[in-house]
């Protein structure tokens, strides 16, 4: 079946720092693929999304590649900000059915 | 309007109440979901409506009751809760043609004593 694993966190870095979070799937047929993110207290948000190989998504300094030769979706942003703490969900979905594939979630602390 | 709201954003119950949890949007939407998440986890899908129908339940226990009184609507019934229950509940919806994009609201925090 669909999977998705993402790195394991907490990652902590520095304001301004570059960001990485790693995500790799596994799929059959042709997915799309999604990064949500969640601030304390809320709901999950759509960050970004791309719906076939080759084409980036990209928000709020954020931008993620669908690699379908390595089947990754790696979230990065040149300079984070305290605000970007939040816990980032790599996802996909595929099949045409209602179903949304989630990873674990990596925890992301900014420190000023 | 891009919202989904829920209500109420916190509860708290005891193992014998009966409660209910509410979620609107009028996005046009026409596909809803029910999420449960535990902390530091991630969103556990339970229940789909399409169209106003039951399309998918994630195998949830009876004590956890959805319902979907209009395109706009969907309401999740609680009955005798466990202790392991206490969760976030978290409400989506979904334009039904392209099936992909969710839109959450905030969830409500629920406490079962």
């Known amino acids: 079946g669909n999977s998705v694993t993402q790195m394991e966190g907490p990652v902590t870095l520095s304001e301004e720092a570059f960001l990485t979070i790693n995500c790799t799937y596994t799929a059959t047929g042709y997915p799309s693929l999604f990064w949500y993110v969640q601030y304390p207290g809320e709901g999950l948000q759509l960050l970004l999304k791309?719906?076939?190989?080759?084409d980036k998504g990209s928000n709020k300094g954020f931008e993620a590649t669908y690699r379908k030769e390595t089947t990754s979706f790696h979230l990065e942003k040149g300079s984070v900000q305290v605000s970007d703490s939040a816990v980032y969900f790599c996802a996909l979905t595929g099949g045409g059915g209602f179903k949304t594939i989630f990873g674990a979630g990596t925890r992301l602390f900014v420190k000023a | 309007d891009t919202e989904v709201t829920q209500t109420p954003k916190h509860l708290v119950m005891g193992m014998t109440n009966k409660k209910s949890l509410k979620c609107e949007q009028h996005m046009g939407h026409r596909a809803m979901y029910w999420y449960k998440q535990k902390a530091k986890k991630p969103p556990e899908l339970m229940f789909v409506?399409?169209?106003?129908?039951?399309?998918i339940n994630e195998s949830v226990p009876s004590r956890f009751s959805p319902e979907c009184p209009n395109s706009s609507l969907l309401n999740l019934h609680l009955h005798a809760l466990q202790p392991e229950d206490s969760a976030l509940y978290l409400c989506?919806?979904?334009?039904?043609?392209?099936?992909?994009?969710?839109?959450f609201g905030s969830g409500t925090q629920l406490s079962v004593l």
């Open positions: 409506y399409s169209y106003e129908k039951l399309s």
């Open positions: 989506a919806s979904s334009d039904i043609l392209t099936n992909e994009k969710l839109f």
């Open positions: 791309a719906t076939k190989a080759d």
